[in-house]
C-alpha cells in the first residue's frame, strides 16, 4: 500500500534542493527600507529624505536608494485633483536626495510641475466638454422619465452609465496621450538617478 503524503511533505521534497539566496535577501530588505523612508518622507512634513538614507553603508545604500527610487516613481503619477498634485509634486522634490545634478533635476521638475498642471487643466476640460456634449441626450432621458412617472425628473450625469463611458472613453485618450510623456520623464529621472 502506497503512502499518501500530506502538501507540506511534498512541498518540502520539491523544495529541499532550493537554497535561499542570503544576498538577494539582504538586498530586498534594503529596498524596502528605501521605500520606507521615502513613504514617511511623503507623509510627514519637514522630513529630510537625504538624512533618512545617510545612515547605511555604501553597499546597503545602493538598494535604499533603488526601494526610494522605485516609491518616487510609483508616486509620479497624473494628478486628479490638487490634493495628488501636491503629491506628485512633493515626490518630485524626493528626487534631489537621489540626484548628484541638482541644476539638470531642478528644470526637469520644473517641467514636470507644468505638464502635470497642465493635465490637471486639461482633464477638467474634458470633463466640461463631455458635460456639454451629452446635455441634449441627459435632457431627452429626463423627458422620457417625466413621462413614464408623471412628475418632472433630474438625472444627475454622474449617475448615468452612458454618461460615464463618454467621460472614461475621452478621459483613456487624455491619459494615455499623457502618460506616454510621463513615461519618459520617468526614464530620464531614473537616469538622472544612476
Given amino acids: 500500500m502506497s503512502v499518501i503524503k500530506s502538501a507540506l511533505e511534498i512541498a518540502l521534497e520539491r523544495t529541499q534542493d532550493v537554497e535561499a539566496n542570503k544576498e538577494a535577501l539582504e538586498a530586498n530588505t534594503f529596498?524596502?527600507?528605501?521605500?520606507?523612508?521615502?513613504?514617511?518622507?511623503?507623509s510627514e512634513d519637514d522630513v529630510d529624505l537625504k538624512k533618512l538614507l545617510e545612515g547605511f553603508d555604501k553597499k546597503q545604500l545602493r538598494h535604499v536608494k533603488e526601494g526610494a527610487l522605485q516609491a518616487l516613481l510609483a508616486n509620479l503619477k497624473l494628478p486628479v485633483d490638487e490634493m495628488s498634485l501636491l503629491q506628485s509634486k512633493?515626490?518630485?522634490?524626493?528626487?534631489?536626495?537621489?540626484?548628484?545634478?541638482?541644476?539638470?533635476?531642478?528644470?526637469?521638475?520644473?517641467?514636470?510641475?507644468?505638464?502635470?498642471?497642465?493635465?490637471?487643466?486639461?482633464r477638467k476640460r474634458v470633463v466640461e466638454a463631455v458635460e456639454q456634449r451629452f446635455q441634449p441626450i441627459l435632457r431627452q432621458k429626463e423627458q422620457a422619465m417625466s413621462q413614464q412617472v408623471g412628475a418632472r425628473v433630474k438625472i444627475d450625469p454622474a449617475m448615468d452609465p452612458d454618461f460615464q463611458k463618454m467621460l472614461r472613453e475621452n478621459m483613456t485618450i487624455l491619459e494615455d496621450r499623457y502618460n506616454e510623456v510621463l513615461s519618459r520623464a520617468k526614464q530620464e529621472l531614473r537616469r538622472l538617478s544612476g
Fill in 90 to 122: 512633493k515626490a518630485g522634490k524626493g528626487f534631489y536626495a537621489l540626484v548628484a545634478d541638482g541644476k539638470h533635476l531642478g528644470k526637469l521638475l520644473n517641467q514636470m510641475e507644468q505638464f502635470l498642471g497642465d493635465f490637471l487643466q486639461e
Fill in 31 to 42: 529596498v524596502t527600507e528605501g521605500k520606507k523612508a521615502v513613504s514617511k518622507f511623503l
